[in-house]
């Protein structure tokens, strides 16, 4: 079974400058996608950025970026700039793309508060 | 706006009644997947619709079902309800089986 692993339940960050978000997740299978979903407080699950497991460069999106280090199973998260629209409950996300089931697995949540 | 809608936003019933929770998805996505999000759970993937068929069934509840029709919009059913019924339910779509899921804005229902 896929998990997905955030340790860091809460976190805060002062206006403009940089946080980073860990997430580590445990698969046997190689072939995968891993996506970043906010969800402010009106509960709305946003999509931020997505990785696919074949990929070596690292995914961005304006100010977002990931780390991905596929051996370490890890698949951090670094908001640059920090907005306090950036204030939200952050998913570390999983999917497999090979046969089988299709949902994903999502981690318990990392809330991030921007300090104005 | 993701593109996917939901309906209701807001649900509030009796235990032991029935509600029907209406989703439609973005538009040229073939697959639907619904998740439950509650405090202690998280969210939880209940099950994956595809161009009409049932493709993946994670932790639903038999109490629990759901259908995609011919125009793909989908809808789960909930029945006996019971008080941790309550919680907020998504719907998500994608293009393919797999892929990237855009959700839509939840319903939320408490169940009293």
């Known amino acids: 079974a896929q998990t997905v692993t955030q340790s860091q339940p809460e976190m805060s960050v002062q206006e403009a400058e940089t946080v980073t978000l860990s997430c580590t997740y445990d698969t046997s299978e190689n072939n995968y996608y891993l996506f970043w979903y906010k969800q402010p407080p009106s509960r709305q699950m946003i999509l931020v950025i997505r990785?696919?497991?074949?990929?070596?460069q690292n995914a961005t999106e304006n100010r977002f970026s990931v780390n991905f280090q596929k051996a370490a199973k890890s698949f951090s998260l670094k908001i640059s700039d920090s907005q306090l629209g950036d204030t939200a409950m952050y998913f570390c996300a999983f999917i497999l793309t090979g046969a089988g089931s299709y949902q994903l697995t999502f981690g318990k949540g990392t809330k991030l508060s921007v300090i104005p | 706006d993701s593109g996917v809608t939901q309906t209701p936003k807001h649900l509030i019933t009796a235990t032991g009644q029935r509600v029907t929770l209406r989703c439609s998805p973005r538009s040229g996505d073939l697959s639907v997947y619904w998740y439950q999000q509650s405090l202690d759970q998280g969210l939880q993937f209940l099950i994956q619709?595809?161009?009409?068929?049932?493709?993946a069934k994670g932790n639903i509840l038999e109490r629990f079902s759901a259908q995609q029709f011919p125009d793909l919009h989908s809808e789960l059913n909930l029945s006996s309800l019971e008080l941790g019924d309550s919680a907020l339910y998504f719907c998500?779509?994608?293009?393919?089986?797999?892929?990237?899921?855009?959700f839509g804005p939840g319903t939320r229902l408490l169940v009293l």
């Open positions: 998500a779509s994608s293009v393919g089986v797999y892929g990237t899921q855009y």
């Open positions: 619709y595809y161009n009409g068929e049932e493709r």
């Open positions: 990785q696919e497991a074949y990929k070596q």
